[in-house]
């Protein structure tokens, strides 16, 4: 084997290890938005399961907020009802946004019954609750990291080829609903 043989071959192994490189980085990015909606539904489950408990203390106390309580039932069946899969993934986040504005409009209602602001098992939940929170929002920034990730990748030469011939585009971040980014109005809480 002659020394340019030899050169060529080392070319044409280094670009095949890069290429592969390429491919591998792309297909990792793509399961890496996967495994980042995966955690955002396993804390979804969570807040999902503890909903039922919150509206049972809540129950006790609360006549005058059914209507409520109901549609955040009929939320939570409906979203649970639909398949933990990838391209579900809008509609099971528009069901989310509707639960979590019900949740929060429960828990400013809560304020309104002392006695149920005072019994353990509702602060205990409501403890748990917010903890749940907290855990969907670090999925969601982990969600949107990995997305990100991704969509460099699929945007960026050469990954970009392999993205392409893959059929794997970009994702969109997920973003919180404008309501939630406008500033907030105490004052809208004690006039209730």
């Known amino acids: 084997m002659s020394t340019t043989s030899i050169v060529v071959l080392v070319i044409c192994l280094g670009v095949a290890g890069v290429l592969y490189s390429a491919y591998v ?16 539904n396993v804390q979804l489950k969570k807040r999902y399961d503890l909903i039922p408990n919150i509206l049972t203390i809540a129950n006790k106390f609360m006549e005058h907020e059914r209507g409520l309580m109901e549609d955040l039932t009929k939320l939570r069946t409906e979203v649970l009802s639909i398949p933990d899969n990838f391209e579900n993934i809008e509609r099971k986040l528009d069901l989310d946004n509707q639960i979590r ?24 939940a409501m403890q748990t609750y917010n903890e749940v929170e907290e855990h969907i ?51 809208d809480f004690f006039n209730k």
């Open 25 to 40: 980085s792309v297909i990792q990015k793509k399961n890496k938005v996967r495994e980042a909606f995966s955690s955002i």
């Open 101 to 124: 504005n019900k949740m929060q409009q429960l828990l400013v209602s809560v304020e309104n019954y002392p006695q149920l602001k005072s019994d353990n098992t509702m602060v205990t």
């Open 137 to 187: 929002a670090a999925a969601r920034r982990f969600f949107n990291s990995a997305v990100n990730d991704l969509n460099n990748a699929v945007e960026i030469f050469p990954t970009s080829l392999f993205a392409k011939g893959l059929g794997i585009s970009g994702q969109e971040y997920f973003n919180v609903d404008e309501a939630e980014t406008k500033p907030v109005n105490a004052a």
